[in-house]
């Protein structure tokens, strides 16, 4: 055997809540966080990832909390990210009790945050979070893909998919590896929330890009998803959010699944 | 009760360690030197952080040297608490605690470098923290280098990440491994409770 693909359960969090939005807006209650952390640990989850979509800083604080009582029930990885701008936001994480960091609007506007935080907490602990959308109007200087007969490239945006940047995401996401990522959550804003699978194109272009590991998010609806990006492109991980919280398929049927089709999983 | 003590180097997350300890039972403190007297049946050195700084930190802050601390008791060294062991590592230019023979390695780059994830252990000989753990189980990695121990004879399990990488090995009161147990589900929790075994003794 070998290193097995990881299925990373998402738990997006608002004001202690696990919510659940459609193309990151209009959002749903999903479930407590601390309820499903422990039933997606105990089911066999390989991992999980924590997104704060709190709105505000007041409100935030009440994370550090959450975060203590999640990493005290569950016994795998744990990504915590959301609202990260500084060394210290990152240290308050760390400390208690994520393994790692998951950094997206923080990293873009101070980028120097990502080493910083390599030297002092190692690179495992890095998670650059891009979300990638299409961009249609091509100009200079960006990574050109073609599809349908039309031209386009992968914007980075920020602020939860509010603003674009004007970054491509492909040379995004080499910067952010030399500068001391050890990882990269990639999330597609078009297939966010459309149970319509994962951007294969996006995936498959960071990927082949880095040397990194890289967790495919966004867009995935069915267990099928996921074996087409494990198939189509050497992505790491798939993360997943709606499929598990509202128990169209348990995290078990979901590897159980994978299995049957050959992909390696942990079960 | 089994009372052991964690030694932090400031660099991150020993939460999780310090959790998976208490939930099998142990006590566990958290010391940042070795000047008090050592009144613990086991130390741990945690797996997060960077081999200079970490290193640093054990040697630099102490009137007493880690190793007369240590004495007989048992000490489980995870990822870079491991790499620790040995006498030099590529990723800084300190020195090791040498208390195993042999040096730490950068991972080549042919390979996804941090190996992180989830892979299998294949078991190499009998020991002490594999009691009870099944040939083929799966533990969680993320580390970006790996121990090249002068003789393979301590190493008791291995990976195969495309390359084989050490996953645990046994040096008298030294106890290592190359992945994380306190984040390796219920097959992590058997060897962290092996380990406390090992310091009843």
């Not at chain 2, 489980?76 to 030099?88: D, H, N, R, S, V």
């Not at chain 2, 399990?157 to 219920?186: L, M």
Request: charged share 25%; aromatic share 8%.
């Amino acid at each position: 055997m070998t290193l097995t693909k990881r299925i990373i359960p998402c738990l997006d969090v608002k004001n202690g809540r696990v919510v659940k939005g459609l193309n990151f807006e209009s959002i749903k209650d999903a479930g407590d966080p601390v309820e499903l952390a422990t039933k997606y640990s105990n089911e066999g989850a390989d991992e999980l990832v924590f997104l704060d979509i709190t709105a505000s800083d007041e409100q935030r604080a009440t994370i550090k909390d959450l975060v203590r009582k999640v990493a005290s029930v569950i016994d795998i990885p744990f990504t915590v990210g959301g609202g990260v701008k500084s060394l210290d936001d990152a240290r308050n994480i760390l400390l208690n009790g994520a393994d790692k960091v998951g950094i997206n609007t923080g990293a873009i506007k101070n980028p120097k945050v990502i080493t910083e935080l390599m030297e002092l907490f190692g690179r495992q602990c890095v998670v650059i979070a891009i979300d990638a959308k299409k961009n249609y109007d091509v100009k200079e200087n960006v990574t050109v893909f073609y599809e349908n007969g039309k031209k386009f490239w992968f914007e980075v945006f920020i602020y939860g998919g509010k603003e674009g940047t004007g970054l491509d995401a492909v040379i995004w996401s080499k910067k952010a590896e030399q500068m001391g990522a050890g990882e990269i959550l990639l999330t597609s804003i078009d297939k966010d929330g459309t149970k319509d699978g994962y951007d294969i194109t996006l995936t498959k272009a960071i990927v082949d890009t880095l040397s990194i590991p890289v967790i495919a998010s966004g867009g995935c609806g069915k267990p099928d998803d996921m074996v087409e990006i494990f198939e189509k492109s050497n992505v790491d991980a798939a993360l997943a959010a709606s499929i598990f919280h509202y128990e169209t398929h348990g995290v078990i049927g979901v590897k159980t699944f994978l299995k049957d089709k050959k992909i390696p999983v942990r079960l | 009760m089994v009372n052991v003590a964690i030694f932090d180097y400031g660099a991150g997350n020993i939460f999780s360690l310090k959790n998976s300890l208490e939930r099998v039972g142990a006590t566990v403190d958290v010391i940042t030197d070795f000047d008090k007297p050592n009144e613990y049946s086991g130390i741990l050195l945690p797996g997060v952080g960077n081999f200079d700084p970490a290193m640093n930190s054990i040697r630099d802050f102490s009137k007493t040297q880690f190793l007369d601390y240590v004495g007989n008791t048992p000490v489980l060294g995870i990822c870079l608490g491991m790499e620790m062991f040995f006498e030099k590592s590529q990723e800084g230019q300190e020195k090791g605690l040498g208390v195993i023979n042999g040096e730490v390695i950068i991972l080549p780059n042919s390979m996804k470098v941090p190996h992180m994830g989830w892979n299998d252990l294949e078991i190499k000989k009998p020991g002490k923290i594999l009691e009870g753990v099944d040939d083929g189980s799966w533990v969680y990695f993320v580390h970006s280098y790996r121990v090249k121990p002068t003789s393979d004879d301590i190493i008791t399990a291995e990976s195969n990440y495309g390359i084989k990488v050490p996953a645990v090995v046994e040096h008298e009161n030294f106890f290592g491994t190359q992945f994380h147990p306190e984040k390796s589900s219920t097959v992590g929790k058997i060897m962290i409770k092996n380990f406390l075994d090992v310091c009843k003794r």
